[in-house]
């Protein structure tokens, strides 16, 4: 582990990388959601608690937010929320599915400075698109990303998960960024969310997984990833970035109701570290939380203290494992040394998170009702 | 050729920590790590008209110590977060 690594466990005053999910309304229903997003909580931090909690990031020295949701575009107050941000030195990084991008908006986005949006788009065609974002969405994406390249955006991101249907088209996918004038984003699925139920359909399979790690080694100085591949680093070459798992050190999520979590994938509450409403706000949960003091620890390295590669691949994401019924001091599972699956053959019960906005509700098991006649 | 003086480039925000300090520029959008408290101080001391040697001397830095500071400073300003001014 580097110094740097080393100290960056141990926590810093604010986070670096803030997620912030202005709401859980949502227009789309994605398999892989990671908030079980789609209807709006009655909850949700009204305009003042938002404009607020700004307020409280920037005298933190928060430098900038990652907003998302749900489709953050969707809140009314939205523009009003992200220019206070930008206009009090905490820059913005928004994530959208694009339907709300229309000429207006597109260009009001491009006027703005310390302001990033990030198109969300799984597949290069409409197919492989849209039968994990809906029907339709990959054209939304498009002309969303078109409508801001003609609004002289510079830069904006497309964002892709990389599932099992979309490894062969990163080529592809870069190619359609750099003709946008566009970065390319790609991150890696999690089993979080609607995703629980996805991910064993949707995640990359282990010579996929190969295939990743070599296209991030020969792209990876053109390609944003948010450091969230550093389980194929036991692949061999370490990939570029910060190779840790951040979660409640140098990272953390705000849910739409003000709900603090360790990070964006653990929408859970064994995650939970505290909420912005509680005495001393947001700055007390990130510095008081047991659950972030806990996760600030030197972890014990657990089944996977005898592997070479444990150093490099520092026993991959939390939440993969959390969400797929693993322990959290055992390999990953998508571990590429082969560990993953014989964990994931004895692993126990997958935890499933109480919070879920989905707008059809997941199927609960029948109760029998018995008809008694007099 | 003899340096010009150095400054903390204005689109710079720094935010201390305990390994140092967190340094993001707004415009390029990069986050860089000042891993010692040493070169914290110097960043910090850049006025953009004195000459970093006397800024190294004012801050205390032993002599010994100098060359390092001076590598990280170069690596600040190829990454954009320090910058130079024309004397």
């Given at each position: 582990?580097?110094?740097?690594?080393?100290?960056?466990?141990r926590?810093?005053?604010?986070?670096?990388?803030?997620?912030?999910?202005?709401?859980?309304?949502?227009?789309?229903?994605?398999?892989?959601?990671?908030?079980?997003?789609?209807?709006?909580?009655p909850?949700?931090l009204?305009?003042?608690?938002?404009?607020?909690?700004?307020?409280?990031?920037?005298?933190?020295?928060?430098?900038?937010?990652?907003?998302?949701?749900?489709?953050?575009?969707i809140?009314?107050?939205?523009?009003?929320?992200?220019?206070?941000?930008?206009?009090?030195?905490?820059?913005?990084?928004?994530?959208?599915?694009?339907?709300?991008?229309?000429?207006?908006?597109?260009?009001?986005?491009?006027?703005?400075?310390?302001?990033?949006?990030?198109i969300?788009?799984?597949?290069?065609?409409?197919?492989?698109?849209?039968?994990?974002?809906?029907?339709?969405?990959?054209?939304?994406?498009?002309?969303?990303?078109?409508?801001?390249?003609?609004?002289?955006?510079?830069?904006?991101?497309?964002?892709?998960?990389?599932?099992?249907?979309?490894?062969?088209?990163?080529?592809?996918?870069?190619?359609?960024?750099?003709?946008?004038?566009?970065?390319?984003?790609?991150?890696?699925?999690?089993?979080?969310?609607?995703?629980?139920?996805?991910?064993?359909?949707?995640?990359?399979?282990?010579?996929?997984q190969?295939?990743?790690?070599?296209?991030?080694?020969?792209?990876?100085?053109?390609?944003l990833?948010?450091?969230?591949?550093?389980?194929?680093?036991?692949?061999?070459?370490?990939?570029?970035?910060?190779?840790?798992?951040?979660?409640?050190?140098?990272?953390?999520?705000?849910?739409?109701?003000?709900?603090?979590?360790?990070?964006?994938?653990?929408?859970?509450?064994?995650?939970?570290?505290?909420?912005?409403?509680?005495?001393?706000?947001?700055?007390?949960?990130?510095?008081?939380?047991?659950?972030?003091?806990?996760?600030?620890?030197?972890?014990?390295?657990?089944?996977?203290?005898?592997?070479?590669?444990?150093?490099?691949?520092?026993?991959?994401?939390?939440?993969?494992?959390?969400?797929?019924?693993?322990?959290?001091?055992?390999?990953?599972?998508?571990?590429?040394?082969?560990?993953?699956?014989?964990?994931?053959?004895?692993?126990?019960?997958?935890?499933?998170?109480?919070?879920?906005?989905?707008?059809?509700?997941?199927?609960?098991?029948?109760?029998?009702?018995?008809?008694?006649?007099? | 050729?003899?340096?010009?003086?150095?400054?903390?480039?204005?689109?710079?925000?720094?935010?201390?920590?305990?390994?140092g300090?967190?340094?993001?520029?707004?415009?390029?959008?990069?986050?860089?790590?000042?891993?010692?408290?040493?070169?914290?101080?110097?960043?910090?001391?850049?006025?953009?008209?004195?000459?970093?040697s006397?800024?190294?001397?004012?801050?205390?830095?032993?002599?010994?110590?100098?060359?390092?500071?001076?590598?990280?400073?170069?690596a600040?300003?190829?990454?954009?977060?320090?910058?130079?001014?024309a004397?």
């Open positions: 582990m580097t110094a740097l690594v080393d100290q960056l466990s926590g810093l005053m604010a986070p670096i990388c803030l997620t912030w999910e202005l709401t859980y309304a949502c227009n789309l229903d994605c398999v892989h959601c990671l908030s079980s997003s789609g209807r709006r909580d909850r949700e009204s305009t003042a608690e938002a404009i607020a909690l700004v307020d409280e990031l920037r005298g933190l020295g928060v430098f900038y937010v990652n907003i998302g949701g749900g489709e953050p575009m809140r009314r107050d939205f523009f009003t929320i992200v220019e206070h941000a930008t206009s009090n030195g905490v820059g913005v990084k928004f994530s959208t599915n694009g339907t709300f991008i229309d000429e207006a908006a597109a260009k009001r986005i491009a006027s703005m400075d310390y302001l990033d949006v990030q969300s788009i799984d597949g290069l065609d409409p197919d492989t698109n849209d039968a994990v974002r809906g029907t339709g969405t990959h054209e939304t994406a498009l002309r969303a990303a078109r409508r801001l390249a003609a609004a002289g955006m510079r830069d904006f991101k497309l964002s892709v998960v990389v599932t099992r249907h979309n490894v062969d088209q990163l080529d592809g996918l870069l190619a359609l960024a750099d003709s946008l004038g566009a970065q390319l984003r790609v991150t890696r699925l999690r089993p979080s969310g609607r995703g629980a139920q996805s991910w064993d359909d949707l995640h990359p399979t282990d010579a996929q190969r295939v990743i790690h070599r296209w991030l080694l020969d792209h990876g100085d053109r390609v990833t948010g450091d969230s591949f550093f389980h194929l680093n036991a692949l061999g070459e370490s990939l570029p970035g910060l190779n840790m798992c951040g979660a409640g050190r140098v990272v953390c999520l705000v849910d739409p109701v003000g709900d603090v979590y360790a990070c964006p994938f653990v929408i859970h509450e064994q995650f939970k570290a505290g909420n912005t409403r509680d005495q001393g706000g947001f700055t007390a949960v990130w510095r008081e939380s047991t659950l972030f003091a806990d996760l600030r620890e030197p972890g014990s390295a657990g089944a996977c203290a005898s592997c070479g590669a444990y150093d490099v691949c520092r026993g991959g994401c939390m939440a993969a494992k959390f969400f797929t019924g693993l322990p959290l001091d055992g390999p990953d599972p998508e571990c590429v040394g082969g560990e993953g699956e014989r964990a994931l053959a004895i692993a126990g019960p997958r935890p499933v998170s109480d919070v879920d906005h989905s707008r059809r509700p997941r199927p609960i098991t029948p109760v029998p009702v018995v008809l008694v006649t007099k | 050729m003899d340096r010009t003086a150095l400054r903390l480039d204005p689109g710079v925000a720094l935010r201390p920590e305990p390994f300090a967190l340094a993001y520029h707004y415009g390029t959008r990069r986050l860089v790590f000042l891993k010692h408290p040493d070169v914290v101080r110097v960043v910090e001391g850049l006025d953009g008209s004195t000459p970093t006397e800024v190294l001397e004012s801050c205390g830095i032993p002599a010994d110590r100098q060359p390092a500071i001076e590598r990280a400073l170069d600040l300003v190829r990454s954009g977060i320090v910058s130079e001014v004397a």
